[in-house]
Nanobody
Framework: QVQLVESGGGLVQAGGSLRLSCAAS????????MAWFRQAPGKEREFVSR????????YYADSVKGRFTISRDNAKNTAYLQMNTLKPEDTAVYYC?????????????????????WGQGTQVTVSS
């Protein structure tokens, strides 16, 4: 089992920045790819970003590309999501997730079903 705890959410004005953290415990953190998803009110949860176990590969949703940066520190068992130039449409609950690094998971990195473990989420609210 892997336990994931997100932090760093909050209220920010449009154009501002936040950094989310996802602290992992349990099984070896470096064995897993990490991802961020988000769910806005009344909408389905959507993929935001993914990082491979080695940090060599990163993926982003088009809506956040160029504004968000995913990273990880395997020594600290923590993944991060740096969010810059935030927009009101970024308002959502942000979830981190951990999953395996199989070729299938690399191909379908944007699917929720790829990830085995989930945090409880942290609220990000961007005011206009």
């Amino acid at each position: 089992q892997v336990q994931l705890v997100e932090s760093g959410g909050g209220l920010v004005q449009a154009g501002g920045s936040l950094r989310l953290s996802c602290a992992a415990s349990g099984r070896t953190f470096s064995n897993y790819a990490m991802a961020w998803f988000r769910q806005a009110p009344g909408k389905e949860r959507e993929f935001v970003s993914r990082i491979s176990w080695s940090s060599r590969a990163t993926y982003y949703a088009d809506s956040v590309k160029g504004r968000f940066t995913i990273s990880r520190d395997n020594a600290k068992n923590t993944a991060y999501l740096q969010m810059n130039t935030l927009k009101p449409e970024d308002t959502a609950v942000y979830y981190c997730a951990a999953g395996s690094s199989t070729s299938y998971s690399v191909t379908y990195y944007y699917r929720e079903s790829i990830y085995d473990y989930w945090g409880q989420g942290t609220q990000v609210t961007v005011s206009s």
